[in-house]
């Protein structure tokens, strides 16, 4: 009976995680070899960041706000404040939630509030999004933040502004009409209160030190070259086209695969103890 039930949750365990992997689209068995190491897929050609520390943003790009209504940027550089700004996209599958979930921890762990030292200007880079998604996004994070962040804010992309502040501070993605999704870098920006690029913070997981140190920098107008550069990048995997595998569904893969890895251990073990106990008896 043991053994029966430890079979059936080792089964169930890789069903599970092979059911994330077909959410997000990874490879499955038989699908075409992934694109050699070093061999950069059409798609993410271009796709990266180029530090412009010091470099001014243009405060006059205007973006649709919360309310609906154009807003300018530079109404969010007016109190004198710092400001973290995120370009995302609110319906993206893949890293977008991952980067925001990191930040928002970051945030918490640093116990500041958005609107008292600190602004945050987060910017779909999608022209398609709505007030409606932006709002959802926002209600779904300030929730998460547990407190009022009245300091936070969630726009949409107007005439196209998101690519040209993109291009402004070296954030360079791709769309892919094929898969009508974004490829983009992980990757938040810091801005002083004057709208010079401060501080690039790469990864999915941001230390609250580090992002602490990264806004008192800023409001001080000073600016820190970034020593660890991890660029990851957000793109879906496309087996039909024998395309980039996804980071994110890679970590997950491997965290399946170690916990397979990890019950067959255990039910070894198990098994083990269990003839050795009848030996024993025996």
Known sequence: MNRLISILALVAAAQAFAGYDNQVGGPKIGDPPILPPGVTPRELEGVGVDEHLGRNVDLNLAFTGEDGASVPLKNFFEKGRPVILDLVYYKCPNLCNLVLNGQVEAMKEMGWTPGKEYEVVTISINPKEDTSTASGKKATYLSDFGKPAPGWHFLTDYQGNAKKLAEEIGYHYRYDQRQDQYAHPATIMVLTPQG???RYLY??????????????EASEGRMTLTIEKILLLCYHYDPQA???VLFAANV??????LTVILLAAFIWRMFRSERAHREGIA
Do not use: C, E, P, T
């Not at 990864?203 to 008192?216: I, M, P």
């Not at 997950?252 to 695969?257: A, E, N, P």
């Open 203 to 216: 990864g999915v997981r941001f230390r609250s030190r580090d992002l602490r140190f990264a806004l008192a």
């Open 196 to 198: 010079k690029v401060a």
């Open 242 to 244: 024998n395309r980039y």
């Open 252 to 257: 997950m893969r491997v965290g399946g695969i």
